[in-house]
């Protein structure tokens, strides 16, 4: 069965679209077939693999995925491309587009090749996200550890727990990760033991780090794993993806 792994966090600069990208990577170049699909219109995931947004989105017709998934530079890995056109996130978010349930359909019959899939969510709580959770079978919520980490987590709880409960949902918590993580600050480790105490054994061992190369990598359009192969960054990650695959 194909495990769709959905990472969401209704806060921008988490470390959402860099999680999503070398996650896909990872479990690519641990032999698993997997898809990323770029569902927030800032398209980052897309052009930080080095491929540029799709004119139009290939979730608003009616043509099979397959036709739209392009295969990318890195093994086991392909992209099912997001797009900035204006009218493509409008009928996206639009909530009785979503109540169709067409989005979470293409999904769940396009992605059926693939061992896994990773999801790039908008920073929201609005219909597409939604969407893409009724599609999933897991999310994964990256954390920063900042000041107001535990922001707004409340109302995103309160979304998936209400996609769990909608009928034929296959929604579960798949993990949450620390992200931007410094260990000699005293706020991180705050911050840790408090997602820890709250969230529990759902709280992956690994945590990202706060790394300049894991921040660069974006701008020259390839995963950490790539860019950085030896970095912070890139064992991170590595290690992030042997516990996803721990968790099957």
Do not use: W
């Amino acid at each position: 069965m194909t495990r769709i792994l959905c990472v969401a966090n209704q806060k921008g600069g988490v470390g959402k679209t860099t999680t999503s990208i070398n996650l896909a990577a990872g479990l690519g170049q641990a032999g698993c077939a997997t898809l990323l699909i770029d569902l927030d219109p800032q398209c980052n995931a897309t052009t930080g693999l080095g491929q540029p947004p799709s004119d139009r989105h290939p979730l608003v017709n009616d043509h099979p995925l397959r036709q739209s998934i392009q295969s990318t530079h890195y093994e086991n890995l392909d992209l099912l491309p997001g797009s900035r056109s204006f009218q493509d996130v409008s009928v996206l978010a639009d909530g009785d587009y979503v109540e169709t349930n067409k989005l979470q359909q293409h999904i769940r019959t396009g992605t059926v090749p693939y061992e896994y899939v990773i999801i790039d969510c908008p920073p929201s709580v609005g219909p597409l996200t939604q969407a893409a959770l009724g599609a999933s079978t897991e999310v994964f919520m990256p954390i920063q550890c900042e000041y107001f980490a535990m922001e707004g987590l409340t109302q995103m709880i309160h979304v998936i727990r209400d996609v769990m409960h909608q009928e034929d949902s296959q929604l579960e918590f798949g993990g949450i990760v620390l992200t931007m993580y410094d260990p000699q600050l005293e706020l991180t480790k705050e911050i840790d033991k408090e997602v820890r105490e709250f969230f529990g054994d759902i709280v992956f061992d690994t945590v990202i780090p706060r790394d300049s190369l894991l921040a660069e990598s974006p701008s020259y359009n390839k995963p950490i794993l790539e860019y950085a192969p030896r970095s912070r960054g890139a064992r991170a990650y590595t290690e992030l993806c042997m516990e996803v695959l721990e968790r099957e």
